[in-house]
Every structure is written in structure tokens, then in C-alpha cells.
């Protein structure tokens, strides 16, 4: 496939990372999700967390029924649940969560990481080795966030040292257990995936494609570009665009779209995370564009994923035509506005079907 080529079909989408909150803001962000994928990995961290099966359940059926409620274009769509992991997580919730057929991960925060992480785990190989020995045995994949949270690592340095502080002794212990590394934005943490024995994997989100960290001090501060982990210098980006175009099949889409409400980010303290549900095939056309990669795209956005979790792709295709498509300045959220990543800008690819 040249890079002159028009039209885009591929294999229907997943989205291996997305929050999507919960209550009446819902019906603002969902639908734009299920218009480009027909399954997403869906984030515990809401306020309480999603710590049991049963909240997990109920969850789901709150997601299905706020899709239920809303009018416009859909494919079919399905919510994949996942846990949050604390230090309190048994053995038997995890056996409950994989014979639920519903809870297909269990996420781990570290404590105070990242947006409504205060109750993650303070130490996972002291305080969780049994929950773990249990996913390894029923094939549950653990999704980690991840960066360290002490005070004295540098934040642009959290990911790497991660790596050696928590993956390494990880993997060691737990040979067999299914990691994802998600949202991934270094050239050390796309090293250690690629060439990681075992089950190893990472989402990568279209911002840290896109952006290097410039894009946060453009003129001025611009929170809508704050997400964790912080966007890294040119040559982390440069590394993610090599990963994800690449032909190592343990690098998928997630979008980590997080929606915060504008008056959160636009605060003293601003919230942490990028809305992209809305474009999110539009960005990573774009980026994988920029390296002449379109023909990338279907491994990255609709296969591997599926590789990795056992799942088959699905059934139907999206088609993207190369068209500018504007990013919309604000959008409806709930009761209030969100401003999507890129507002205002312009995007070299737009969803026809
Ligand atoms: C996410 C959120 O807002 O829930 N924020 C973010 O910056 N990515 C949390 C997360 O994925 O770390
Ligand atoms: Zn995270
Ligand atoms: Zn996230």
C-alpha cells in the first residue's frame, strides 16, 4: 500500500485502554468509541474503584444500558471488564472475575500514580504474589500502569525506571503471567517489550504518536495535552512510531482517552489525561501516515491485540477516507464541555462507515 492511497478499509478495531467514567457523561463519550470499535478494554479506576466481579457486572450493564440511550451511527460493541488490583485483592476474586466470562484483565495502579489511583497497590510483589500466582495459572492478563511513584524519580524517568524496579523482578517471578504494558511512551519501555521473554505486550495511545513534550509548553501551558505518563522528548516518539509500525505484533492500540470535564484541566492543578474516543482512527491514520505505514495499521489496530488476548479480530471493517477532518473545539460531557486532544486542529484522515 503507497502512501497516495485514498481510501483505508481494516478489519473493525479494539481499543485495548479507554476510560469511560461512569453516570450521565457516559452517553457523551461512548458512542463516539463504539462508532470505531467493536470491543474496548474498560479502566476500574473510578471513584470507588471497580474492585470485585460484581461491580464489574454492574458496570457493564451500566455502560450497555448508557449505549442503549443514545441516538447516531453504531456498530456492534462490547465492553471487556477489568478489576482494579489493591493490596486486598483474593485469590478467589480472580477466579470469580475469569469464570465470569466478562473481566478480561486486572489492572494495576500504583498507588497514587496517575488519576484515581489512592487505592493501588503499595507493593506488588510483597503484597500480591498470590493473586498473581492465580492470574498466571487461569491466564488472566495483568495491565500495568507503568510508572513508579516515588517522589525523588524524575517524572520523564518513571516508565524506565519501572522497568528495573517492578517488570524485571515481575517477569522473573512470574515467568508465565500475561503483562501488558499499557500506554507506553519511552524508547527503553518499547526496548524491554520487543525483546521481553514470555508474554509480554504494550498499548500505545495516538498522543504519544503524535506529540513529543513540546506540544505542553506551545506558547504557553496547554493542559489538554497533560496526560500520564507525560508526553517525553522527539526521540521516545520516534521509538513508539518504530514499535507500532513495526512487525513484532506485541504493540496494540490503546487510546487511554481519560475525559476530564475542560474546567478540570483548565485549573491550578489539572487534571491528568487526553480525550481522543472521538478521532481516535483519525490520529493514528495520521501518524502512521507520517512514516508511510498505512499498511501497518490493520496489524496494530486489529490484530494483535486480539493475538494477545486470545480473541478472535472482528467479524466487520471501518473505512477511513484521506479527507481533512477538523477536530471539533469542544464537545458535549454530560452537563458540561470537554476539549478534545488536537481541538482545532487539522487531521489528514476522516471515518467514512
Ligand atoms: C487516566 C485517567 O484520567 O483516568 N489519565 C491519564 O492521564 N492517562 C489514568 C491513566 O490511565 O493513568
Ligand atoms: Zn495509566
Ligand atoms: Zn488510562
Known amino acids: 500500500m503507497s502512501t497516495d492511497v485514498q481510501t483505508l478499509t481494516l478489519i473493525r478495531p479494539d481499543d485495548w485502554h479507554l476510560h469511560v467514567r461512569d453516570g450521565q457523561v457516559m452517553q457523551s463519550v461512548l458512542p463516539h468509541t463504539a462508532r470505531q470499535f467493536g470491543r474496548a478494554i474498560i479502566m ?95 491466564g488472566m492478563p495483568l495491565l500495568v500502569h507503568g510508572e513508579v511513584t516515588d517522589p525523588d524519580v524524575d517524572i520523564f524517568d518513571r516508565e524506565a525506571v519501572f522497568i528495573d524496579r517492578v517488570m524485571v523482578p515481575l517477569r522473573h517471578d512470574f515467568p ?12 527503553e519501555g518499547a526496548q524491554y517489550v520487543e525483546t521481553a521473554d514470555g508474554p509480554v505486550a504494550a498499548t500505545i495511545t495516538a498522543h504519544h504518536l503524535l506529540y513529543n513534550r513540546n506540544a505542553l509548553f506551545m506558547g504557553g501551558v496547554r493542559p489538554h495535552y497533560y496526560c500520564l505518563p507525560v508526553l517525553k522528548r522527539e526521540k521516545h516518539r520516534e521509538a513508539l ?32 489525561g487526553c480525550y481522543t474516543a472521538l478521532h481516535a482512527l483519525e490520529l493514528y491514520a495520521t501518524a502512521f501516515d507520517s512514516v508511510g505505514k498505512l499498511d501497518a495499521l490493520e496489524a496494530f489496530a486489529s490484530l494483535n491485540g486480539p493475538g494477545f488476548y486470545g480473541l478472535e479480530p472482528n467479524a466487520n471493517t471501518v473505512t477511513l477516507e484521506r479527507a481533512a477532518m477538523t477536530v471539533p473545539a469542544e464537545l458535549p460531557y454530560g452537563d458540561e464541555t470537554i476539549v478534545p486532544l488536537a481541538a482545532g486542529e487539522t487531521l489528514g484522515w476522516r471515518q467514512v462507515q
Open 241 to 272: 512510531l518504530a514499535a507500532a509500525t513495526g512487525t513484532s505484533g506485541r504493540f496494540f492500540l490503546g487510546t487511554d482517552s481519560a475525559p476530564h470535564a475542560r474546567h478540570a484541566k483548565e485549573a491550578a492543578c489539572g487534571c491528568a
Open 44 to 138: 476500574p479506576n473510578l471513584q470507588p474503584p471497580v474492585v470485585s466481579t460484581d461491580q464489574a457486572l454492574a458496570y457493564r450493564d451500566r455502560i450497555l444500558a448508557a449505549l442503549e440511550g443514545t441516538e447516531g451511527p453504531k456498530g456492534p460493541f462490547t465492553p471487556l471488564m477489568t478489576l482494579y488490583l489493591t493490596d486486598n485483592t483474593t485469590p478467589d476474586e480472580i477466579r470469580r472475575a475469569k469464570a465470569s466470562g466478562a473481566v478480561y484483565a486486572v489492572k494495576l495502579y500504583p498507588a497514587g500514580a496517575t488519576t484515581n489511583s489512592d487505592a493501588g497497590v503499595t507493593d506488588l510483589l510483597g503484597k500480591c504474589r498470590a493473586v498473581l500466582e492465580v492470574m498466571q495459572e487461569v
Open 176 to 187: 508465565e503471567l500475561k503483562v501488558v504494558f499499557e500506554h507506553l511512551t519511552t524508547r
